[in-house]
Structures are given as structure tokens and as C-alpha cells.
């Protein structure tokens, strides 16, 4: 079988059990009752196949305790039998690696990927942090040899685990959710993390384009039925700017024709705050997260004008959401208390386990997208939620708050999207710390990075970005920025989304001396390079983090024998030229 996990103690493959196969799917019935399906996907085009697991107790009584859980459990032959050295000496660099990826954490590295050799007896184990998927290090891993590799995804939007262990001529993989112990209720049923695999043998550069083009295909809601063909790009407003001056902006916007897709309203546009809060870091808005209803001191009408200035602006409306983060005395843990978990301190983690706030969760949800005629539903989740879910854990029941608030993240988005089949959603946690594979198969993450909310970010960063996060995903976005006419910081942003924040803030205000022709262009240019950020891509240059070197990429569209190349001479390489075989 491809997982394991302990039950009452016992090794589940020891154990005596009724198998019952229907095409992919295969349920393995214990005589208790206990029922573990194992539900699978195949990619013969790509040499690869994805599988979640289900436990269900069917009985009436409570199940057994089920731990040590690996959603993963699979041992490989090693591919090119490449001889190790002995100990002392380095190892020969075609010799086993696992590859990862930093996470997202608000620094220039995001998305980097180092290296990792493995030699007999070594094992190497990574997590997520904190209870976020993409948070410290990605759930993405490339495993090579010589020229062949297997690359492992895991779907898990909370605290996922993954080793590697290295005997001899095999190597075992596993991955699951961390610290999983628990019995279920009577009738009750549960998923743990879901699983992709995928092999290659030419090359590591090849191999991540096909993983590109299976996530392009199988796991992206771009493109699909009733939805855009490419990453939207947006002009940004920051939520608590009164309505007045963004329908004045929208007029203007509208005027000069500049070819934005989507209005991006951003979190400030809620609760109870009298305050001035021209931006993110004044006033008091933050502190009212939690009272959902639209704040009619900066929009009296509650969005009315500004939804219908958006339409005749020709553009969609992207709104800010979070949910599952509330600030302790405000309208929504104050009506309910009992929808929340607490673990010291006055921030809140909706609970969305506990079906009544699921349900209410969602009507209200439903009811601002289809009221605004909502294009892009943007959900941020700005806290670590790990210790809120282990804390509220019974005895023998550990990690199933958080196997049940992640459920209820994925009904709530595949909710939504089934109820407006038009609809895309952002997917935003502090930036990128939300990005395993499926978060990605129900959303893209127009703010790959919370690095890019200062006004003075530097690009080089983005460029780094770029280059990380492409070796995995096709569809990922980040901001310009506030600074109008540096073409060179709007061209290191270019990615398969972007957003401008020209006229986000209170000021500036939007002025025709500004360099509107600029931006006109600008965003012309990109639209016409946007569609070879999701095809294939081929790092130019090696993924430096300091300033002293040139960054070059190459994106390829194989169907129509086209692409783009970007290169970037940074602000202290003293090399003048470089040259870049393609």
C-alpha cells in the first residue's frame, strides 16, 4: 500500500481486513468497523498520480486510537546508481538530493530552493510552521539522481510533515499530518492529506515543466469552464479610502483606458473605526476585524456606487475577506463565542469544524458576492493557527480540530465556486504561507508575498520570487508597488497576475501630470507578456539573492514555438554584459 499508520498500536497492514476495489478507489474494511478508503487520481500524460485518504467509523461505538498516519508511505528504488564516496570526501554532485523550497516569512529568499544530499542512512525531515502549508518551507520536494527524479506535493493546508530516509539503494518517502493521534466518534468521518506524485527522467528542468503543465491542467482554476484564460491584473484600493474618492478614481480610471481587469479592495473597509486611516499602517482598522459589516463612515452606501463604478469601468470588483481571524470583542465572537477558539491573548480562530459557523460563514459570505456582483473573493488569514487547534483538542483526539477546520476551509471555497461559476478566489495568508496543492486547485495567490507591502520594497526581492516560485506553480501574482515610471521595478514584477497600487492609498491623489502614459504602457506590455508566465520556464541564471549579479529567466509557449526572455542586470553587478544561452 502507499500510506501506513498505526491502530490501537498495531500496524494497519497487519491487520486482518475486507479489501473492496472499485476503479480508483479502494476501501480496506477492519472488523470493527472502521472503514479506510484511499481515493486516486491518474496522470499517465504527465507519470503521475495524486491519492486522498478517508476514515470513517462505520460502527457505533468509538473507533480505536489511529496515530503515526503517513498519507505517503512509499519506498523507490534509486534511479542511477550512482556510487557513493567514501566518508570524508564530497559527494559526487549526481548523487541523491532532495530539493525544497523556502517558505513564505517576509524575506528576500521566498520560494528559493536549496539542496540536500542524501547518502546511505541519512534522513532528512521538514513541516510546515505554525499551521500554515507554505509557512517556513514549501510542501513541494524534488528527489533526483544523474538526470532522474520524483517530485512529492503535499495537499495539506495546515501542519503537513515529510521525511526522506536513504538505505543503500532505496529510498522510503513519507508525509502526512503532523502529530496525529485521536479515535473518531460514532459515524464519523474524516480526510487526512492528499498526495501527488510525479516522475521524470530527463532532467530536472524538464521535469518541473511537466509538473508546471499538470498543475496548469488538472489543479488550476484558470482557464477552466467559465472562468478567465490568465491571471487577472488589477488596480488596488486600500478598503477604509471613503467611496467618493474611489468612484472619483474609477471615473478617471475608466477615462484613460488603461486595460485593468479587476478593482482590488483591500482589508479597512469594515467595523466601527471614526478614524482617518489613509493606509495600512495608520489608524485604527485592525482592531475591528471581526465586525464584518461595511464601515458607513467610509462607505455610507455600503459599496453600492463603487460596485457600479467598477462595472462601467468595464472591470470586476476583487474584495478583501478574513474570516478566520477576529480580534476579541468585536460583533462576531461577541454574538458567538462559541464559534471561536482561544489560546491567550485577544486574537480569535473562527472555528470552521462547528457547522453553525460554517453555515453562517457562508451565507454571509454569499450573500457580499452576490450582492456587489464580487468577481475575485480575496481571503487573508493573517495568524498562526496551530497551538488554537491543539489546545481545543479532547484526550485521544489530537490533530482533529485541525483535520475539521481545514474541511471546512475546502467545502467553503469548493461552496463558492459552485455557486458562482465565474468566481476566482485570491488565496492570501501573510503573502504566500497558504500554497500547497489544494489551495491551489480552488485559487491562485494574486500576493504571493507580504514583502511587497512596504512602500520602498526593493525588486531585486521580487525577482527572487519569480524565479522559486516558478519551478513549481504556473499561476502567481505580485504588486508593483506605489511608484510610477520605474520600468525596471515594474518589469521585475511581471508574473502570470499583477496588481498595481499607483492610487491605493490616500495620496497620492490621481493627477493627470502623473505619468499616466507610462502606465497605460506598461500595462499593455505586460498583457501582452502575461501569457508565457504559465508556460514552461527556464532559469537563465542561478536564483542569487544579492544584488551583485544579473537574474535572467526564459518562459516558452511549446504550442505556438514562442516565448519571452527577462533579464536583469542588478544595481551592483559589476559585469556589464552577460551571455545567456537560451
Known amino acids: 500500500m502507499d500510506f501506513s499508520f498505526k491502530y490501537d498500536g498495531t500496524e ?3 491487520l486482518p481486513m475486507q479489501v473492496l476495489s472499485k476503479g480508483q478507489q479502494t476501501t480496506c474494511l477492519l472488523p470493527d468497523g472502521l472503514a479506510v478508503t484511499q481515493v486516486c487520481e491518474l496522470y499517465p500524460q504527465y507519470d503521475a498520480m495524486s491519492w486522498v485518504l478517508y476514515f470513517e467509523n462505520t460502527a457505533d461505538t468509538d473507533s480505536k486510537v489511529l496515530s503515526e498516519i503517513y498519507d505517503c508511505d512509499r519506498v523507490f528504488d534509486l534511479f542511477g546508481g550512482v556510487t557513493a564516496k567514501p566518508q570524508g570526501y564530497a559527494p559526487d554532485p549526481d548523487s541523491l538530493r532532495v530539493y525544497h523550497a523556502q517558505g513564505s516569512n517576509w524575506a528576500r529568499d ?12 541519512d534522513r532528512r525531515h521538514y513541516a510546515a510552521r505554525g499551521g500554515r502549508s507554505s509557512h517556513g518551507t ?4 524534488d528527489l533526483c539522481e544523474k538526470e532522474q527524479g520524483v517530485l512529492l506535493a503535499v495537499g495539506w493546508t495546515g501542519q503537513w510533515n515529510a521525511s526522506f530516509c536513504r538505505e543503500e539503494d532505496t529510498l522510503r518517502v513519507r508525509s502526512g499530518i503532523e502529530g496525529l493521534s485521536f479515535y473518531l466518534k ?3 468521518r474524516i480526510r487526512t492529506s492528499s498526495v501527488l506524485l510525479m516522475t521524470y527522467d530527463n532532467g530536472r528542468v524538464q521535469g518541473h515543466n511537466k509538473f508546471r503543465q499538470l498543475m496548469r491542467e488538472h489543479f488550476s482554476l484558470i482557464g477552466s469552464a ?9 488596480i488596488s484600493s486600500w478598503g477604509a479610502i471613503p467611496s467618493e474618492v474611489m468612484v472619483r478614481r474609477l471615473k478617471k480610471i475608466k477615462e484613460h483606458a488603461f486595460g485593468a481587469e479587476y478593482y482590488w479592495v483591500d482589508a479597512g473597509w469594515y467595523g466601527h473605526s471614526t478614524q482617518d486611516c489613509p493606509n495600512e499602517f495608520v489608524g485604527d482598522w485592525h482592531r475591528h476585524t471581526g465586525s464584518w459589516s461595511i464601515n458607513s463612515t467610509y462607505h455610507p452606501d455600503g459599496f453600492t456606487e463603487v460596485a457600479q463604478a467598477i462595472r462601467d469601468a468595464g472591470m470586476k470588483f476583487l474584495l478583501w475577506f478574513e474570516p478566520e481571524r477576529v480580534i476579541a470583542g468585536t460583533d462576531a465572537p461577541c454574538a458567538h463565542p462559541e464559534w471561536y477558539l482561544h489560546c491567550g491573548g485577544d486574537t480569535l480562530l473562527l472555528d470552521l469544524g462547528n457547522e453553525d459557523a460554517w453555515q453562517d460563514t457562508y451565507n454571509w459570505i454569499a450573500q457580499q458576492i452576490e450582492r456587489l456582483q464580487i468577481g475575485c473573493y480575496r481571503q487573508d488569514f493573517n495568524m498562526d493557527p496551530l497551538e488554537y487547534w491543539r489546545a481545543a483538542d479532547e484526550e485521544n483526539r489530537c490533530g482533529i480540530h485541525e483535520i475539521k477546520h481545514i474541511m471546512g476551509l475546502y467545502r467553503l471555497w469548493d461552496a463558492l465556486l459552485a455557486r458562482f461559476p465565474a468566481l476566482l478566489i485570491d488565496n492570501c495568508a501573510s503573502g504566500g504561507r497558504r500554497l500547497d496543492f489544494e489551495m491551489m486547485r480552488r485559487s491562485l495567490p494574486l500576493w504571493r508575498s507580504d514583502y511587497q507591502c512596504v512602500f520602498d520594497n526593493d525588486p531585486e526581492t521580487a525577482q527572487v520570487h519569480t524565479m522559486g516560485l516558478s519551478s513549481w506553480l504556473p ?3 505580485t504588486g508593483i508597488g506605489v511608484m510610477m515610471g520605474d520600468t525596471y521595478r515594474a518589469r521585475s514584477c511581471y ?25 497605460k504602457a506598461i500595462f499593455a506590455e505586460y498583457k501582452r507578456a502575461r501569457p508565457y508566465f504559465s508556460r514552461d520556464y527556464y532559469p537563465l541564471t542561478e536564483n542569487a539573492v544579492d544584488d551583485g549579479t544579473w537574474c535572467a529567466w526564459q518562459f516558452h509557449d511549446p504550442e505556438s514555438n514562442s516565448g519571452i526572455v ?13 551571455e545567456l544561452p537560451l
Open 138 to 141: 514549501m510542501p513541494y520536494f
Open 186 to 188: 460514532p459515524h464519523e
Open 495 to 519: 508574473s502570470s497576475a499583477m496588481t498595481s497600487g499607483f492610487w491605493s492609498y490616500a495620496l497620492p491623489e490621481f493627477d493627470d501630470t502623473q505619468p499616466l502614459d507610462w502606465v
Open 110 to 121: 521566498e520560494f528559493a530552493m536549496y539542496a540536500e544530499y542524501l547518502s546511505s542512512g
Open 475 to 477: 499561476y502567481h501574482g
Open 226 to 234: 467559465g472562468r478567465p484564460e490568465q491571471g487577472p491584473l488589477c
Open 12 to 14: 494497519f497492514a497487519d
Open 566 to 578: 527577462m533579464a536583469f542586470r542588478r544595481p551592483h553587478s559589476p559585469m556589464t554584459t552577460a
